[in-house]
């Protein structure tokens, strides 16, 4: 007997994203609902799938191996249901896990207002997919391609800068930097464990040998460790904009900023935009995010 799909869908979803919240926001049921449709799964199969930590979920070997057969087998399901009964006012984005919590999903009331019969599904996920055999319409990618086949324009810029909470930004702002970064703790993303580095090399501010960082395994994560006091840690556009317009971070007065990707729209240059897609699109190139060099001026 085959597994219900429900349970291989969230499977993927995780799969996909590496986190169960964003594999709930995907699949359109709650953490917990989907922690319970992958167990059933693994019982259902006599072998874990996921391997569970701190950070999130990663494939086992066996998952790997599963994966690679399930995840086009669903798609392929999804595009013969679209084939035969085809859904116009959808549209989906893949979009990483942190853009997409971080900055998208908090600016979407505005597109839902003007575009209230328009369903839009999140894709979350750090994985590249291929916009044309998945049925995806628009891609947030962050680099600068080339992508063969696609089309791709700039977004915004991902700016890195260091900052702070309230009472600690208070507390420090008036010290020089040297002062600031031999007594206040730093904080590491270890995704990107080149970032301080990369940071002062292009600002030219000096960083204490030796340092003794903070980890923590995500931006996200980050984010919310300097939020509560945890120490500075290295802020990214557009990620950290909604917490900087409403006082959660403070860019810290005596540092500099440094330019160190962009975001790209991606869509497949061979389909034909629809209403809803042309719509959509419009209202992203809208609603490019400026830098915070721009929004000081």
């Not at 590496?18 to 995907?26: D, L, M, N, P, Y």
């Not at 270890?190 to 980890?215: C, M, V, Y």
Request: glycine share 6%.
């Amino acid at each position: 007997m085959y597994p219900p799909i429900q349970n291989l869908r969230a499977f993927v979803a995780v799969a996909d994203s590496g986190q169960f919240r964003s594999a709930a926001e995907r699949v359109g049921v709650s953490e917990s609902a989907v922690s319970h449709q992958i167990a059933r799964l693994e019982a259902h199969l006599g072998v874990q799938l996921l391997a569970r930590g701190r950070n999130g979920a990663h494939l086992t070997e066996a998952g790997h191996l599963f994966y690679s057969h399930i995840a086009n087998a669903l798609r392929e399901i999804e595009a013969g249901l679209l084939a035969i009964k085809p859904q116009p006012n959808r549209i989906t984005l893949s979009a990483p896990p942190t853009l997409s919590s971080l900055w998208l999903a908090p600016n979407l009331a505005s597109f839902y207002d003007a575009h209230p019969l328009i369903d839009l599904q999140m894709i979350a996920t750090n994985r590249v997919c291929n916009l044309k055999t998945e049925m995806i319409d628009f891609a947030l990618r962050r680099g600068n391609g080339p992508w063969e086949g696609y089309q791709h324009e700039f977004f915004c810029t991902e700016d890195i800068f260091p900052v702070a909470c309230a009472s600690l930004h208070h507390q420090i702002r008036t010290m020089p930097w040297a002062h600031v970064i031999e007594h206040v703790p730093l904080i590491m993303n270890d995704l990107h464990p080149e970032e301080w580095e990369q940071w002062s090399a292009i600002t030219g501010s000096p960083l204490p040998k030796g340092a003794n960082f903070r980890h923590f395994g995500s931006y996200d994560q980050v984010q919310a460790a300097i939020m509560g006091d945890v120490g500075i840690g290295m802020a990214r556009t557009p990620l950290c904009l909604e917490a900087l317009s409403d006082g959660r971070l403070y860019r810290l007065d005596h540092t500099q900023m440094a330019q160190t990707n962009s975001y790209q729209i991606v869509w497949n240059a061979e389909r034909r935009l629809l209403p809803p897609q042309k719509a959509f699109l419009v209202w992203l190139r809208a609603m490019k995010p400026t830098s915070c060099e721009e929004q000081s001026r």
